[in-house]
């Protein structure tokens, strides 16, 4: 129904700044809710931040609020989210995920999932 494509991860100093972006196919962006997940070598995916169909209602990790910023352009079909004050513990590959149906901040709840994109931050 729809595909994501992550974009915008790499390498970054600890204390810097970066922005995923996540594109979506299809034609009803606005009718998904969105997620955005990560997960380190070895250790569970887990948790970054939610952001439901028309952006009125936003969830992060307790850990990343006030440095992580979820947001989406349902004309443009895209979720982003900005990443300030990066820590080494910050590195991960990023996945971009979407549901329909009822809001939820839980991970088995996302049906689709991107391919995800690396965020290194160098100590």
């Known amino acids: 129904q729809v595909q994501l494509v992550e974009s915008g991860g790499g390498l970054v100093q600890a204390g810097g700044s970066l922005r995923l972006s996540c594109a979506a196919s299809g034609r009803t962006f606005t009718s998904y809710h969105m997620g955005w997940f990560r997960q380190a070598p070895g250790k569970e995916r887990e948790f970054v931040a939610t952001?439901?169909?028309?952006?009125?209602?936003?969830n992060y990790a307790e850990s990343l609020k006030g440095r992580f910023t979820i947001s989406r352009d349902n004309a443009k079909n895209t979720v982003f989210l900005q990443m300030n004050s990066l820590k080494p513990e910050d590195t991960a590959v990023y996945y971009c995920a979407a549901k329909t149906g009822s809001y939820s901040l839980k991970i088995d709840d996302y049906r689709y999932w991107g391919q995800g994109t690396q965020v290194t931050v160098s100590s």
């Open positions: 952001i439901n169909w028309s952006g009125a209602t936003t």
